[in-house]
Every structure is written in C-alpha cells, then in structure tokens.
Nanobody, 130 residues
Framework: QLQLVESGGGLVQPGGSLRLSCAAS????????IGWFRQAPGKEREGVSC????????NYADSVKGRFAISRDNAKNTVYLQMDSLKPEDTAVYYC???????????????????????WGQGTQVTVSS
C-alpha cells in the first residue's frame, strides 16, 4: 500500500526549531524526487524544498533559504525537513509528496512546483507562535 506519512509538527515559539519526517512505504523510494510543501489558511499550497531521488540535488523557496534543510535517508525510506529560526509566517500545514511521473527537475536555485508532484501525504500542522 502506497503511503507517505508526515510527522514532527507541533507548536513552537518564534526562533525555535522543528524536524519534520516523511516516511514512505509501498514503492521504490529511491526512484523518486520528493518535495515538502505547505499551505497556510487562505493561501495556495507552495513549494518549500525538494530533493532529488539520490539526495544529491536540493532546492529551497527564497523564504526558507538558510533556515531550512532537506535531507533523505534512502535506507530508511524517509525524507526530513530541519526547520530552524522559525517565524510566525512559517505557520502552515506541511505536506510531503512524491513525483511518480518524473515531471520535476531538482536543481539548486530551481523551484519546487506542487503540480509536478502526484502522490501526497496527509500533512502535519506547524504553528509558530509565542
């Protein structure tokens, strides 16, 4: 059974850190690019960071560069998003997604486009507030 399960969200104060995990099952994990996305209330879903199937290439939204770091452990079928120096504007539901149709190209400085990803997890809430 195909599954992407996010975890690690929660309530954190501004300036704090969280580490999100995306655990995959039911498919050959190291074949596919994986992305982290977020959606705040009343806003469109946006790309946060993507990582290539091998883990060699990554990209980040300008709003999170220098604060977030994406990584993957293909032996554990898991992708991580380390989020530091969190701001209230980072508050959103965070989703991970897999690009099963190989439509995305992950290059430094590139964009992480939600429409290029076709299998999504259920999301985890991140709230940054004092």
């Amino acid at each position: 059974q195909l599954q992407l399960v996010e975890s690690g969200g929660g309530l954190v104060q501004p300036g704090g850190s969280l580490r999100l995990s995306c655990a995959a099952s039911g498919f050959t994990f190291n074949y596919y690019n994986i992305g982290w996305f977020r959606q705040a209330p009343g806003k469109e879903r946006e790309g946060v960071s993507c990582i290539s199937n091998s883990g060699v290439s990554t990209n980040y939204a300008d709003s999170v560069k220098g604060r977030f770091a994406i990584s993957r452990d293909n032996a554990k079928n898991t992708v991580y998003l380390q989020m530091d120096s969190l701001k209230p504007e980072d508050t959103a539901v965070y989703y991970c997604a897999a690009d099963f149709l190989h439509r995305s190209t992950v290059i430094p400085g590139g964009a992480c486009v939600p429409d290029e990803f076709d299998y999504w997890g259920q999301g985890t809430q991140v709230t940054v507030s004092s």
